[in-house]
């Protein structure tokens, strides 16, 4: 079946520093991938999708761009701030009926300290 | 625009009952989906329902069943519960369910615990 693996945490980084989260998975078809977050005491948010192979999808200086050939998705930001620490998930869905379906990554728990 | 709401937030139940949980979806979406959250298995899901229909399901025991009403709204239910299935259940909901891809939109999840 459908899966996603995820680098583990937790990550810590200072103020300013360089983040990347991979996420790699494994799928028939093209799925749609995303990555969501999750701040502490909130909900999931979706931070950003691609639907199609080589597409780039971005979002509050994050971006992630679907690479097929290497079946992955790797989260990058440039200059993480301490109000980024929270959990991220990498996600995908199979597409056709089942967008209603999204599988999950484990999660990385992102700390950002002054 | 209100977001997904679900009720209750918090529930403490003892092993051998069961329990029933509520989601409303956003308003004009028709798809619903459920996940189970915990520290050991992380975001699972359970199931998709679309205009009353479930359309999708996860590997989860026939302990866990759900429906959704005319107006797409959602329960799940959990019979006969185990200390394994305390966990955080989440509801998603989005425009469209199936054929095409639409946001879900999360609800704050609602956090039960087996004694």
């Known amino acids: 079946g459908d899966s996603v693996t995820q680098m583990e945490g937790p990550v810590t980084l200072s103020e300013e520093a360089f983040l990347t989260i991979n996420c790699t998975y494994t799928a028939t078809g093209y799925p749609s991938l995303f990555w969501y977050v999750q701040y502490p005491g909130e909900g999931l948010q979706l931070l950003l999708k691609?639907?199609?192979?080589?597409d780039k999808g971005s979002n509050k200086g994050f971006e992630a761009t679907y690479r097929k050939e290497t079946t992955s998705f790797h989260l990058e930001k440039g200059s993480v701030q301490v109000s980024d620490s929270a959990v991220y998930f990498c996600?995908?869905?199979?597409?056709?009926?089942?967008?209603?379906?999204?599988?999950f990554g484990q999660g990385t728990i992102l700390t950002v300290h002054p | 625009k209100a977001g997904v709401t679900q009720t209750p937030r918090y529930l403490i139940k003892t092993r051998g009952q069961q329990v029933t949980l509520s989601c409303s979806p956003i308003s004009g979406h028709r798809s619903v989906s459920w996940y189970q959250q915990t520290p050991g298995q992380g975001l699972q899901f359970l199931f998709e329902y679309f205009s009353e229909t479930q359309r999708n399901k996860g590997n989860f025991p026939g302990r866990f069943s759900g429906r959704q009403f005319s107006n797409s709204r959602s329960e799940m239910n959990v019979s006969t519960l185990e200390l394994g299935d305390s966990a955080l259940y989440l509801c998603?909901?989005?425009?469209?369910?199936?054929?095409?891809?639409?946001?879900?939109?999360f609800g704050p999840g609602t956090r039960l615990t087996v004694l």
């Open positions: 996600a995908l869905t199979p597409g056709g009926t089942s967008y209603g379906k999204l599988t």
């Open positions: 691609a639907t199609k192979a080589d």
């Open positions: 998603a909901s989005s425009l469209v369910g199936g054929g095409s891809y639409n946001e879900q939109f």
